[in-house]
């Protein structure tokens, strides 16, 4: 494998289940196309998650596969296409066990990084 | 294919309009926030980043990737072979040889050894064998059953369907001219046992099955082919066999066989009232069984060896140290095996060869193609993605050749099965089936990565900047040593093959050249069918015999005839265990002689020396002194350096007989009243490893009578002629017709052509090892040649650099040359190794094969070196006239 390539599948792997994860989400509040939900992904996180497309597409392409989302074409006014995703019943429950594993682990990380001292409790 | 292609490029195109789309909607985003039109679009991009390197990974989410690269690869190799079609030529040729080769033997190997009976669900079919205490079953074979023992059996199991078949031959004297026939006398379960229906007409029936009954016969497929031209009404015809009339009601499936050749004619076993049927001491009846539908073979096994041992307590004087076995039925093939398993690997061998040739072919390619290979990882291709491209090469170039070999092999099976000696057991069996395509499939491939795996691995990965900054010219140091393990494994395998060709063609000269024991020449033996009429009457023989001797001697050219029941050198054999003193030991512990049984002129006839005392005379009858005559192997190996003439043998299974009964020990000694020279019975190649080599010779006429007939059928006649033996047949045919004309002579042979056939095993491997072999250097020296011409076109520089620093022609010839001879050695040296193991396997497998001989290397490896260093003259002398300036210019 070239070293560049390496390196976008890399990041692509550190990301993989939280960005599967926020894909999920964002799409289940509303069907989206690709750019879209890049948008969304910034925006909602308050610009600090920036969505590289070089993860984002791959990673639709492979929830696609998995069954975990599905895509419909829809005509627009730019020339192309849109490719419009939306979540399919298998992403709902998907996203449910990966949201309760996301809680528990950052309610873990929390206790470790804000450890309650006993005996201060009144 | 062409879906997956057709479905790919549209998604490909479906994701390149999703991307499009996304940079349209991130550009008006930036106009929209005040850029210029120019610049956002150059902003949408950047923010975007690698826009192909994308949709590559993107495409790798698709999951079919690897039917695309195929796809592309294949493509690709169509292309760079178009691009070589000599290359190829040559490749696919060599493929083709030695893929067709190996699988021309796997057929024979498959449809021989492998295939499984031809009847319905032949995994549930097994023979049930009698065994002896002290027996050795892998020197003399599996014994048979005695006919009670078997109805024992057969009544009992619970587990097994049985039946049971003796093979016999006797004289059809009508339909037709009398005729010496093979035949089966079966028990009536047969054909259901085996499930194979009857060609025509129905089984026996079991009513049928008992002394008294009307007489039956079910006729072979073949023999009712050719006597009755399959006509329908041939049921209810009727046939004279040893002179009881038969009528026919059935025609056996065609090419039904179970032990020996396919019988003639079948016959209700439970009708014959030969006594030894209804002894327990003898044992003739082969037992097939089927497994009933719950049983199990150990069930089987179980339940028969209980039986066998309840028969040795109830009949202790015939069934003593006895049991019965069940094992799996496979097909009667004799010793074939060896000599197809090790066909197949010489064949293996010379695949090797073939696959070497073409790696170093492909390696010469892939390092010349070394900087476009670099390209193409500086450009992106990952190392697994290059390596399974260069297999799809090889593959494809394999495959093909594969085919080609296929079809070479379909084109010559036929005659090389008729270029077999002998009969090749289930010769009938033999053909291109799926088993032998899977098998060229799976060679094919086996080879593709043989030869392909080197040149493959080769893809640079590290250092691609190095290879693509150096000139072409320079050969890095592992491509040559890789070039150099190419020659020298092929230089090794051509030796394994030369040296085991010299083997067998020393092997053949000695064996042709070893005394036989007797003069081949001028002697004539055939078997002799005395008249159905004789025979019915025991009293009768011993005239009937001197009758058939005193007329064919009156046939012009005959000097002397004998009547003997084995002949040397054809199929035939008696042995039985022999002991020097008066305390005999049990049966299965003694020594074993092969016994003949001859008249008078014997000796005369077949020229076999008399070292000591007399041969039979005419006083040598029954009621007089029994005597015997012994070869000197025998009388070595029984009284060492003892005088041996005078002495005697106790020999308890001599057909004797006491008190009126049939099969009793026969518990007087024989003596010896002479000693004759050993005689090659085993063939002239085949004695020496015989593993009964010991011989005895009694009077046929002491022979007592209730053995007569039986012996009778086994009898031959032999004539030494002054003429050539073979113009005397038609006169002796003649002369021999008897009364009635119903006595028949068959296989008629004169012992030069028994002494020829002998060996033509030999002569027949020796043919094929020697093309082998041939096929080996060749192809060897070709690689050589080939490897050399590269490896020294690759050093025309250096070799420029040479001479412009003063080397003489002469200096660079002995340069190219030194560096062949040193791969030459190194491959001599282990191919002597494997020569030495290979002739150790040879030794095994071939009767009267000679040991490795250091003559035969002597002989053998200067052949090869000096075919090789002439293949590598031409590279050297094509160095030596390098011209430096120009040599250097190209640099």
């Given at each position: 494998m070239s070293t560049n390539k390496t390196r976008y599948q890399n990041r692509t792997e550190i990301l993989q289940g939280t960005l599967d994860m926020l894909i999920l989400q964002t799409l289940k509040w509303a069907p989206r196309h690709g750019y879209a939900l890049s948008k969304a992904i910034r925006t909602n996180s308050g610009e600090i998650l920036k969505v590289d497309t070089g993860?984002?597409?791959?990673?639709?392409?492979?929830?696609?596969?998995?069954?975990?989302?599905?895509?419909?074409?829809?005509?627009?006014?730019?020339g192309p296409r849109l490719r419009i995703y939306h979540l399919t019943n298998a992403g709902k429950r998907q996203l449910m066990s990966e949201r309760s594993r996301w809680e528990r682990l950052t309610a873990a990380i929390a206790g470790i990084l804000n450890p309650v001292e006993k005996e201060n409790v009144p | 294919m062409r879906w997956t292609f057709w479905r790919k490029r549209r998604r490909d195109e479906e994701l390149q309009e999703e991307i499009q789309a996304h940079l349209l909607l991130a550009e008006r985003d930036a106009m929209e926030s005040g850029q210029a039109a120019k610049d956002a679009g150059h902003a949408a991009r950047r923010e975007f980043g690698n826009v192909e390197l994308t949709k590559e990974v993107t495409r790798d989410m698709w999951g079919w990737r690897w039917a695309v690269d195929f796809l592309h690869d294949m493509r690709y190799a169509m292309r760079s072979f178009r691009q070589r079609p000599g290359f190829v030529v040559v490749a696919l040729l060599t493929l083709a040889l030695g893929i067709g080769a190996t699988t021309v033997m796997f057929s024979l190997v498959s449809g021989v050894l492998l295939k499984p009976l031809p009847y319905p669900e032949p995994n549930r079919l097994v023979a049930v064998n009698g065994h002896t205490d002290g027996w050795n079953t892998k020197i003399y074979g599996e014994q048979k059953v005695a006919y009670l023992d078997f109805l024992d059996c057969q009544r009992e199991s619970r587990s097994l369907d049985m039946a049971a078949l003796v093979y016999n031959n006797g004289t059809l004297s009508a339909p037709g001219d009398p005729q010496y026939v093979d035949y089966y006398e079966i028990s009536p379960e047969l054909f259901s046992v085996v499930r194979v229906p009857l060609a025509l007409g129905r089984a026996f029936l079991p009513e049928e099955d008992r002394i008294g009954a009307a007489p039956v016969a079910i006729l072979g497929y073949s023999f009712w082919q050719h006597h009755f031209d399959g006509r329908t009404d041939a049921l209810g015809a009727s046939l004279v066999l040893e002179q009881k009339q038969y009528t026919i009601v059935g025609v056996a499936p065609a090419g039904f066989r179970l032990y020996g050749d396919e019988p003639d004619v079948y016959m209700p076993l439970g009708q014959d009232p030969a006594?030894?049927?209804?002894?327990?001491?003898?044992?003739?009846?082969?037992?097939?069984?089927?497994?009933?539908?719950?049983?199990?073979?150990?069930?089987?096994?179980?339940?028969?060896?209980?039986?066998?041992?309840?028969?040795?307590?109830?009949?202790?004087?015939?069934?003593?140290?006895?049991?019965?076995?069940?094992k799996r039925l496979v097909p009667d093939v004799g010793d074939v095996g060896s000599t197809l398993w090790l066909l197949l690997g010489a064949v293996g061998l010379v695949l090797l060869i073939a696959c070497a040739n073409v790696a170093s072919l492909m390696l010469a390619r892939a390092v010349s193609r070394e900087r476009e290979l670099a390209m193409r990882v500086a450009l992106g291709a990952g190392r697994g993605r290059l390596v399974r491209q260069c297999l799809t090469e090889s593959a494809l170039l394999s495959l093909a050749g594969g085919i080609l070999g296929v079809m070479l092999a379909d084109a010559g099976l036929h005659h090389f099965l008729a270029f077999w000696p002998g009969d090749l057991p289930r010769a009938d069996e033999i053909q291109l089936d799926w088993r032998v395509l899977v098998f060229a499939i799976g060679v094919s491939l086996l080879s593709s990565i043989l030869f392909g795996l080197a040149p493959a691995l080769r893809a640079p990965v590290r250092n691609v900047e190095q290879v693509l900054r150096t000139s072409a010219r320079t050969l890095s140091g592992s491509s040559r040593r890789l070039h150099s393990a190419f020659v020298i494994s092929e230089i090794a395998l051509a030796i394994v093959l030369l040296v085991a060709a010299g083997m067998l063609g020393r092997t053949l000269l000695h064996a042709s050249s070893l005394d036989p024991g007797l003069d081949i020449r001028n002697l004539l033996v055939a078997r002799m069918a005395l008249s159905p009429a004789s025979l019915a009457d025991p009293a009768r023989i011993p005239a009937a015999w001197q009758n058939v001797i005193d007329r064919a001697r009156r046939v012009p050219g005959v000097q002397a005839v004998t009547a003997v029941d084995i002949v040397p050198m054809r199929e035939g054999n008696n042995q039985i265990g022999y002991w020097p003193s008066a305390d005999v030991p049990p049966k299965a512990k003694l020594p074993v002689a092969l016994a003949s049984s001859a008249t008078p002129d014997f000796l005369k006839v077949m020229g076999i020396p008399l070292l000591e005392g007399r041969f039979f005379d005419d006083h040598d009858r029954m009621g007089s002194e029994l005597v015997i005559v012994v070869d000197d192997v025998l009388a070595k190996s029984a009284f060492g350096r003892q005088e041996a003439l005078g002495k005697s043998l106790w020999i308890p299974d001599m057909p004797c007989v006491q008190q009126n009964t049939t099969f009793v020990d026969c518990s007087s000694p024989y003596k010896i009243v002479g000693v004759v020279g050993h005689v090659r019975y085993w063939g002239l190649a085949g004695d020496d490893q015989a593993q009964v080599r010991a011989q005895f010779y009694y009077p046929f006429a002491q022979v007592a009578q209730p053995f007569l007939r039986r012996w009778s059928q086994l009898m031959s006649i032999a004539l030494r002629t002054s003429v050539p033996p073979l113009s005397v047949v038609e006169p002796l045919r003649q002369e021999l017709r008897g009364q009635a004309s119903d006595q028949v002579l068959y296989q008629v042979r004169t012992m030069e052509q028994l002494a020829h056939s002998s060996l033509a095993l030999q002569r027949f491997l020796l043919l094929l090892f020697s093309a082998f072999a041939a096929l080996a250097l060749l192809l060897a020296c070709i690689g050589i040649y080939g490897v050399l011409a590269y490896l020294t076109g690759q050093r025309v520089p250096e070799i420029g650099i040479r001479m412009a620093l003063g080397a003489s022609p002469g200096e660079v010839m002995l340069l190219v040359l030194r560096q062949s001879l040193a791969m030459i050695l190194l491959g001599v040296g282990i191919g002597t190794m494997f020569a030495l193991a290979a002739g150790r396997a040879l030794e095994r497998l071939i009767e009267g094969m000679q040991p490795t001989s250091f003559l035969t290397f002597i002989i053998m490896i200067p052949f090869l070196v000096l075919a090789a260093i002439l293949a590598s003259l031409v590279p050297a002398r094509h160095a030596s006239k390098v011209d430096p300036m120009n040599a250097l210019r190209q640099e």
């Open positions: 993860s984002l597409y791959p990673a639709l392409h492979r929830l696609e596969r998995k069954g975990l989302i599905s895509a419909e074409w829809k005509a627009s006014d730019l | 006594g030894y049927l209804h002894n327990r001491a003898a044992q003739p009846v082969h037992v097939v069984g089927r497994l009933r539908p719950d049983a199990t073979l150990a069930q089987a096994q179980a339940e028969v060896a209980l039986t066998g041992s309840h028969l040795a307590q109830a009949f202790a004087d015939t069934n003593k140290g006895r049991s019965l076995q069940v």
